[in-house]
Every structure is written in structure tokens, then in C-alpha cells.
T-cell receptor
Framework: DAGVIQSPRHEVTEMGQEVTLRCKPI?????LFWYRQTMMRGLELLIY????????DSGMPEDRFSAKMPNASFSTLKIQPSEPRDSAVYFC?????????????FGDGTRLSIL | GNSVTQMEGPVTLSEEAFLTINCTYT??????LFWYVQYPGEGLQLLLK?????DKGSNKGFEATYRKETTSFHLEKGSVQVSDSAVYFC????????????FGKGTRLHILP
């Protein structure tokens, strides 16, 4: 089975540019999560969706960050304008909540560097 | 609210040593418990899980037992290898299907040859 697919794997861009990260969850999973990981702050949950609807976006750091899930097989995380402190690895994860005690499945992440 | 506390790292051991990474949790009800592993440059992968008290999860030589009386889920391995060097995350998932999984801060493990 295909796992969670993220693109791009690496992104390097200059401060002020718009950045879009993409995620394809595992087919049939109804929850999707976006995380950010840095050495200083560890793993942070940014936002998560259930059936394409945002449930909790309290972890989104600023208005510069936005996330959408237009359908069950695709989500984006956008940063506009980007800043050097946004440099991190961004992970997407999905889960099938219809089955009890299911774990989250993670993608390989997007390593983002803002110069 | 629900929370997970795991021992801070880094933990450095020699190959073939015995490993324990402590994890305790605070939760209402009867959560499911997980250990995830993150190898360098990769995402988190599920290592093992336990869904009720006294359950033992195991995988790749790692084990963890769900101890309700001590609210713990310590990760153990009898003989570590260099390839086990990674970051290990303890995590708690509630039985309510709408709850998100809560992760500990992670413990970095270095195994020396």
C-alpha cells in the first residue's frame, strides 16, 4: 500500500516567497495532520482535519500559515510570506479513525529552508 | 488534560547493551499507547503499540508493556545495535475516535559500535 506522500522533499527559497507544501494521505483515512519539527521546539502539531474539515488549527503559528484540504486525497500547507524562522521539517500524517486504536501514519516530510 | 512524559536524551549506549527508555502518561479513561521511531532523514514510523492494560507490544526486538497501575509504557530492548540509533517517541491515543494522538518530546538514542 502507498503510504502518506509529501512533496516536495526539499524546498529552498528566499525570504518573502510563497511556499506550498503538499500531502496525499493514505486512501480511506479520514484524519489528516500537519506537523512541524525543529531542533529547538521538537514536534509541533499545526492543524488537523476530519473528513476535509479543519478541526483544530490552534497550533498554526501565525496568519502567514494556512492549510486547506479540498478533497479526501489532497491537502496543502501554505506559508506566505515565508521567513527564515519557518525553516523546519514539515510532516503530514493520516489516520483511519473508523477503526479503534489506530496509529497515525507519517510521510517522509518536507525539509524547508528559508534563506 | 492528556499528556506524555518521556526521559530526555540523548541516550548513548554501546552495542549489545540493554536499553530502557522511560515513558509515563496522564490520561482519563483507557488510552491506547504507541512507540514511534524516527530514523535520520525520515518520518516517524510506528514501532509498536498496546491497546489495554497489561498488553505487551513488541517489534524488532523492542518491547513495551502497558502498566495501568504505574501509568507507564517503558520501551526496552535486550541487545541494541548500531542500526537502532534514532529518535524514539512515546505517544498516547484516546479511545475517542476524534481525539488526536499526543506525542512525547522524543528521546535521541546513539549506539556506539
Amino acid at each position: 500500500d502507498a503510504g502518506v506522500i509529501q512533496s516536495p522533499r526539499h524546498e529552498v527559497t528566499e525570504m518573502g516567497q510563497e511556499v506550498t507544501l503538499r500531502c496525499k494521505p493514505i486512501s480511506g483515512h479520514d484524519y489528516l495532520f500537519w506537523y512541524r519539527q525543529t531542533m529547538m521546539r521538537g514536534l509541533e502539531l499545526l492543524i488537523y482535519f476530519n473528513n476535509n474539515v479543519p478541526i483544530d488549527d490552534s497550533g498554526m503559528p501565525e496568519d502567514r500559515f494556512s492549510a486547506k484540504m479540498p478533497n479526501a486525497s489532497f491537502s496543502t500547507l501554505k506559508i506566505q510570506p515565508s521567513e527564515p524562522r519557518d525553516s523546519a521539517v514539515y510532516f503530514c500524517a493520516s489516520r483511519n479513525a473508523g477503526i479503534a486504536n489506530q496509529p497515525q501514519h507519517f510521510g517522509d516530510g518536507t525539509r524547508l529552508s528559508i534563506l | 488534560g492528556n499528556s506524555v512524559t518521556q526521559m530526555e536524551g540523548p541516550v548513548t549506549l554501546s552495542e549489545e547493551a540493554f536499553l530502557t527508555i522511560n515513558c509515563t502518561y496522564t490520561a482519563t479513561g483507557y488510552p491506547s499507547l504507541f512507540w514511534y521511531v524516527q530514523y535520520p532523514g525520515e518520518g516517524l514510523q510506528l514501532l509498536l503499540k498496546a491497546t489495554k492494560a497489561d498488553d505487551k507490544g513488541s517489534n524488532k526486538g523492542f518491547e513495551a508493556t502497558y502498566r495501568k497501575e504505574t501509568t507507564s509504557f517503558h520501551l526496552e530492548k535486550g541487545s541494541v545495535q548500531v542500526s537502532d540509533s534514532a529518535v524514539y517517541f512515546c505517544a498516547l491515543g484516546a479511545r475517542n475516535r476524534d481525539d488526536k494522538i499526543i506525542f512525547g518530546k522524543g528521546t535521541r538514542l546513539h549506539i556506539l559500535p
